[in-house]
T-cell receptor
Framework: DGGITQSPKYLFRKEGQNVTLSCEQNLNHDAMYWYRQDPGQGLRLIYYSQIVNDFQKGDIAEGYSVSREKKESFPLTVTSAQKNPTAFYLC????????????FGSGTRLTVV | SQQGEEDPQALSIQEGENATMNCSYKTSINNLQWYRQNSGRGLVHLILIRSNEREKHSGRLRVTLDTSKKSSSLLITASRAADTASYFCATGGGSNYKLTFGKGTLLTVNP
């Protein structure tokens, strides 16, 4: 079955550590996205990629980094520069621009310990 | 910045009743989408309505769009306990890749 797989489901980070969240899709979608969701809040865009080897900052990119070396994969690194990383992270993909529906993964819950 | 604002923030109804959620936005859009999120899960795309459409149906869902008022509504008819979830509206500009989400309406359907 086609879909998006995010791993791990839960992740714990120590202060000062970098961690990488995985996002893989087998939908043959060109575009991929990372969103952050805080309790009771909507989704805020961190980074997005329209095509392989290209990505753009979203609204809250500071403290995060991404890569898009393969069409299927769009990993997100939460760096130590991100001062408040505890949140629910959602990866999504779409066939094209925002005029198409997004397919979301099941999310990664990151907690700083 | 978040474009869409859902109203109400929370809604509690009995099974079998209809649920109506509203979304207002600020700038011109190419399309508006509604998503559903069960607690602790990813979002699921429900329906997309384009700026030149006024109403769209999908099963028990009915979406309206009023571009003059910059607002949309999502109606769920004959609700079921399984419809309990958060519902988000999202707006897109069309050629760009940024879909902007509101804060959502938490719908609780009591059996």
């Amino acid at each position: 079955d086609g879909g998006i797989t995010q791993s791990p489901k839960y992740l714990f980070r120590k202060e000062g550590q970098n961690v990488t969240l995985s996002c893989e899709q087998n939908l043959n979608h060109d575009a991929m996205y990372w969103y952050r969701q805080d309790p009771g809040q909507g989704l805020r865009l961190i980074y997005y990629s329209q095509i392989v080897n290209d990505f753009q900052k979203g609204d809250i990119a500071e403290g995060y980094s991404v890569s898009r070396e393969k069409k299927e994969s769009f990993p997100l690194t939460v760096t130590s520069a991100q001062k408040n990383p505890t949140a629910f992270y959602l990866c999504a993909s779409s066939t094209g621009p925002s005029g198409y529906g997004y397919t979301f993964g099941s999310g990664t819950r990151l907690t700083v310990v | 910045s978040q474009q869409g604002e859902e109203d109400p923030q929370a809604l509690s109804i009995q099974e079998g009743e209809n649920a109506t959620m509203n979304c207002s936005y600020k700038t011109s859009i190419n399309n508006l989408q509604w998503y559903r999120q069960n607690s602790g899960r990813g979002l699921v795309h429900l329906i997309l309505i384009r700026s030149n459409e006024r109403e769209k149906h999908s099963g028990r869902l009915r979406v309206t769009l009023d571009t003059s008022k910059k607002s949309s509504s999502l109606l769920i008819t004959a609700s079921r306990a399984a419809d309990t979830a958060s519902y988000f509206c999202a707006t897109g500009g069309g050629s760009n890749y940024k879909l902007t989400f509101g804060k959502g309406t938490l719908l609780t359907v009591n059996p």
